[in-house]
């Protein structure tokens, strides 16, 4: 139940701070959350720390529900009400950046989804250029375990055929963090054998923060145009 509410909550959830006063927490928080926040609480029992942080909807005064990252403390014993521990709840909006993160992985997701249909295979790289993700292939690059790949660097697994002047117009484009098209590389076994060859394309992506994250891209088995 609540005890007391600061006058933000007017501005934050349209609620005036006395008419919040005897409302029940749990009767704020959206019904999908409301585990989240009794295991925050259930922490702060059963492990003795001192605070837990827990991201929920609440709902505000016109019924509609808002994102809150909150950090939840319980107050010393000494401050029990009526033999109930109080909590203390510091909150900010943070709806904004999940819906940013929302449509982020909307995004992702679709994304994923049309290169399905249009490449062999679909990657990413950290701002290192090394592969964090690699989807499993469907042409002659599945001679090449999957464990060989991520982490390392994409040239280092998957030489290109850039003459100096290409390469350094992609090294160019890669330092401006602009998409690059086309292009070509080997792919070969854990031998070192040129089993395909193939295409590649790429574009940078970027955290919801706007920092760089690094390149996603599809790859396309040309063995047989090569031939």
């Not at 709902?59 to 107050?75: C, N, Q, T």
């Amino acid at each position: 139940t609540v005890r007391y509410v600061s006058p933000s909550v007017t501005r934050l959830l349209g609620y005036r701070p006395e008419a919040a006063i005897g409302v029940r927490f749990s009767d704020l928080v959206h019904a999908e959350d409301l585990l989240a926040v009794l295991t925050a609480q259930n922490k702060l029992h059963a492990r003795n720390v001192p605070r837990s942080q827990v991201e929920c909807r609440f709902r505000a005064r016109d019924g509609h529900y808002i994102w809150l990252e909150s950090i939840v403390a319980k107050l010393p014993e000494s401050n029990f009400y009526n033999r109930e521990p109080l909590f203390l709840v510091v909150a900010r909006d943070a709806t904004q950046r999940k819906r940013a993160e929302e449509a982020m992985q909307a995004s992702e997701s679709r994304f994923r989804r049309l290169t399905q249909l249009s490449a062999d295979w679909y990657w990413e790289t950290d701002t290192e250029g090394r592969f964090t993700f690699f989807s499993q292939p469907h042409s002659t690059i599945h001679n090449l375990p999957l464990d060989k790949i991520l982490g390392q660097q994409a040239n280092t697994i998957f030489p290109n055929q850039l003459d100096d002047v290409q390469l350094a117009e992609h090294a160019q484009l890669v330092a401006l963090r602009q998409p690059f098209r086309n292009i070509a590389i080997t792919v070969r076994d854990a031998h070192g054998v040129v089993i395909a060859h193939a295409i590649s394309n790429g574009e940078p992506y970027f955290n919801c923060d706007g920092s760089y994250a690094g390149y996603r891209g599809t790859g396309r088995d040309v063995s047989a145009e090569k031939f």
